[in-house]
């Protein structure tokens, strides 16, 4: 059986990718684990049903079998370990995607949530004017220091990993704001990301949730 994860029912992006199902989906494309998709909606997600899987009530989970995991970033980290192909076989270059990982998570993806807490749940107060400039600091402040460490590599330790697929993920929530545009490096170190076959196939795969079109071929 595949294991299943789930995701919006109905995408308050619209299927631009932003959901955090995408990245799963794009592990999953990555190691050709074939992969069930349960849609949930917002009232499901809160459900004592769903609050079994996901103590939070979000999305994504993932099943299989006995194991239930939430957190995308767990989930990757388990296909990595499950599947070849997105952590190297050698013991301190796995030790060093894994790192990016968490660095994409932990360090790099706070100040970009902020931006977006800042432009739609605070947008309305008033002193969200002076605020947004110093969350769009602290953002510049990151892709400055990755976009040095990155320098004119395509990926962040070598071979493309489960580290830069979780950073590509993570800047990918910039899109909108246009911010990415002032570093070059990292919009060139994005499309990279973008081009990838497994992550086409994702992002269809999401999209065809909103657009009702399931991807062909
Ligand atoms: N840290 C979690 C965040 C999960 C998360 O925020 N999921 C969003 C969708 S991308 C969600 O379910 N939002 C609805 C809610 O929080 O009620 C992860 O990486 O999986």
Known sequence: MNPT??????SPDRGK??????????AFEEVGQPYDVRLVSFEAMKEPAHLALHPFGQIPTYEEGDLVLFESGAIVFHLAQRHAGLLPDDANARARAITWMFAALSTVEPPILDLQT????????????????LVLDRIRVRLNELSARLGDADWLDGAFSAGDLMMVSVLLRLKPSGLLGEFPRLSAYVARGEARPAYKRAFA?????????PPTG
Not at 17 to 26: E, F, K, P, S
Not at 120 to 128: A, L, N
Request: proline fraction near 2%.
């Open 205 to 213: 795969a999401q999209l065809a949730v909103f657009t009702g079109n």
């Open 118 to 133: 800042a432009k739609f749940q605070e947008g309305d107060k008033s002193w969200s004017e002076q605020r947004l400039p």
């Open 17 to 26: 990718g932003l959901a955090r199902d995408t990245r799963v989906r794009w």
């Open 5 to 10: 994860i789930t995701a919006f029912e109905r």
